[in-house]
């Protein structure tokens, strides 16, 4: 069966708490429930994951292919935006990443339209909310099961 990781970075565990107008009202617990679903229609197994340490988001991603799983797909939440260890540990996983934000991060401040993670993407998903991961995992299902 296919595995697909899903990283959170820091303060998305506080999703559905504050700022609906930028980030909806769905909790990431909400999101990891719906997305777990979704991946069962596909056949696919799914390892939802969140964490406000740099340090644990970078052992996930290393850990990522020894563990079986076929590809990840990532909201580093503000790391977007500075982490060049995030970006290295991407570039040095040989698996498929999709970067997903729920926010247009165009449409905010200067600072959060730059990514230093999407250049080592596939590519990168902003501002269709939880429905970002839905898409992402249903591009990472299509190209890994064809
Ligand atoms: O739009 C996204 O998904 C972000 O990755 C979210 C990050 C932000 O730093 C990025 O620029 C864009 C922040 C997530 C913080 O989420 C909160 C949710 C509710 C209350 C407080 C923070």
């Known amino acids: 069966m296919i595995k697909i ?4 970075g820091p303060n998305l565990n506080l999703l559905g708490t504050r700022e609906p107008e930028i980030y909806g009202t769905l909790s990431l617990q909400d999101i990891q429930k719906r997305l777990e679903e979704e991946a069962a229609g596909y056949g696919i197994e799914l390892d939802f994951f969140q964490s406000n340490h740099e340090g644990d988001i970078i ?3 290393h850990d990522a292919r020894a563990a079986g799983f076929s590809g990840i797909i990532i909201n580093p939440g503000a790391f977007t935006h500075y982490s060049y260890a995030i970006r290295d540990a991407i570039s040095s996983v040989g698996l498929p990443v999709i970067e997903v934000h729920l926010s247009n991060l165009h449409a905010r401040e200067e600072f959060r339209s730059r990514s230093v993670i999407a250049p080592v993407c596939k590519g990168q998903i902003c501002g269709l909310g939880a429905d ?3 898409a992402a995992l249903y591009v990472l299902q299509r190209r890994l099961q064809s």
């Open 5 to 8: 990781r899903v990283i959170n």
């Open 132 to 134: 970002g991961y839905s």
């Open 59 to 61: 052992d996930k991603i």
